[in-house]
């Protein structure tokens, strides 16, 4: 549960009943263009993509995108020392999964060039967590997958994998899970300029990517780009494409399909558009997470439709940070802060300790420079100082 969120006035929590998966949703699709529904949907007909007695559940999944998609972008090397103690910090929080780093090409991100010390790092010295932890890293072709399996070679029993899972945090002598990512695109431009090749070769690459992963037991991340605008092709892009993406991932096994409005392009009704779509292609919203930017503010309203609609796991990253390399004007993520006051607001149960990231992001963005771009996590520390100010019981900060 989050601290003190009594702190923030008397914030009504929204009825239940308004946030449960709603079957008007569904109707709004009426003038689609054609349903996918391929062997993914029929090989998964008993898990129903709309149950029928919706159930509400009040847990959400934040995944904390921070140390990878937050940093990446920054031009300055940010030293290994600071990227570590960032992931350390986070996993103290509350927060289960953590995406710690990339093994992409380091002419084309350097800033991800010393994930490989990362890893090893996590794996050596795992960060005492309150929580079972699961490090995700990104792997984009079968040379990034091979890099992070010689390091977990390395380690054969510092981490857990999906059959070894124990359930157990790092303080109840558990491991750490790990997690490959693989990032596809919604348009042939972004695929291009992020991949350097087609939608069609990159699902090649990631089918060699998926399997091998499978095979050394890792779960599997499968993120789509721009789904919700392109930087080179325009607001348009065709929910139907990422419907049929998002459903060869998943039939080459990945775990878990994230859907990226990289630019931050997304409007409530699109978010809605899309989701229906996906609903439609038969893709069950358990295997969905939604990646908003918030480079127009509308991160947390988008968030809302997700919610509605039924999606449980959302990606933030601490103090706002973030931005895609080759998305030209994207902002930084939506931030963690923002999005665990919002969840906790609306009466879900997110786990993680809002205090604790709102020091955190003060303290990253101080470390690199930036501004915090968390207008809740700038909020609490507002708050924390008055109440010290007043002579009131404010809590120490706690990272
Ligand atoms: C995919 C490639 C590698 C193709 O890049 P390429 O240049 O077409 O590939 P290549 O096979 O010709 O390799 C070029 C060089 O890179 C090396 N190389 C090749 N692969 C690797 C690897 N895995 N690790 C380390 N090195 C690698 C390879 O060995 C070679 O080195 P050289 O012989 O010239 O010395 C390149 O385009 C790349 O690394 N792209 C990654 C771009 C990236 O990281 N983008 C940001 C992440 S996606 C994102 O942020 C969006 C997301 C996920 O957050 C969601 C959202 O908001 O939308």
């Given at each position: 549960m989050v601290a003190n969120m009594s702190r923030f006035g008397s914030l009504q929590a929204i009825p239940r009943q308004l946030l449960r998966t709603s079957v008007h949703l569904r109707a709004g699709l009426q003038g689609a263009r054609t349903t996918i529904s391929r062997s993914y949907a029929t090989a998964n007909d008993q898990r129903p993509s709309q149950p029928t007695q919706p159930t509400f559940d009040n847990r959400v999944k934040i995944v904390e995108v921070g140390p990878r998609d937050g940093l990446q972008n920054e031009k300055k090397s940010i030293p290994l020392a600071t990227k570590i103690e960032l992931i350390e910090r986070l996993a103290k929080t509350g927060l289960q999964t953590i995406e710690a780093g990339a093994f992409v090409s380091p002419k084309w991100v350097p800033q991800m060039a010393n994930s490989d010390e990362i890893l090893e790092h996590l794996l050596k010295t795992p960060p005492p967590s309150p929580v079972p932890l699961t490090f995700s890293f990104l792997a984009p072709n079968t040379k990034g997958l091979e890099s992070a399996l010689s390091i977990l070679g390395k380690y054969p029993d510092a981490y857990e994998t999906e059959t070894t899972r124990s359930g157990k945090s790092a303080q109840e002598g558990g491991k750490p899970a790990l997690e490959i990512a693989v990032f596809a695109a919604a348009t042939e431009s972004f695929s291009q300029k992020n991949l350097n090749c087609s939608i069609d070769a990159s699902l090649r690459q990631f089918k060699e990517v998926i399997q091998q992963a499978k095979q050394a037991n890792l779960r599997v991340r499968a993120y789509i780009s721009v789904v919700l605008g392109c930087p080179f092709e325009g607001y348009d892009v065709d929910p139907h494409r990422v419907a049929a993406i998002a459903t060869d991932l998943l039939e080459m096994g990945a775990d878990e399909i994230s859907l990226g409005d990289t630019t931050g392009m997304g409007t409530a009704p699109r978010t809605k558009e899309l989701l229906n779509c996906l609903s439609l292609a038969g893709i069950r919203n358990e295997d969905l997470a939604m990646h908003f930017h918030d480079t127009y503010a509308q991160a947390l309203v988008n968030t809302a439709v997700a919610l509605e609609h039924g999606i449980r796991t959302f990606d933030s990253s601490v103090g706002g940070l973030g931005g895609c390399?080759?998305?030209?004007?994207a902002t930084g993520n939506v931030a963690t802060e923002n999005v665990v006051y919002f969840m906790e607001s609306l009466g879900m149960d997110t786990g993680v300790d809002l205090d604790r990231v709102a020091d955190i992001g003060d303290w990253i963005t101080r470390e690199i420079g930036k501004?915090?771009?968390?207008v809740v996590g700038k909020a609490v520390l507002g708050a924390r100082k008055r109440e010290k100010k007043e002579g009131g019981d404010a809590e120490a900060p706690q990272t």
């Open positions: 390399p080759y998305s030209p004007g501004p915090n771009d968390s």
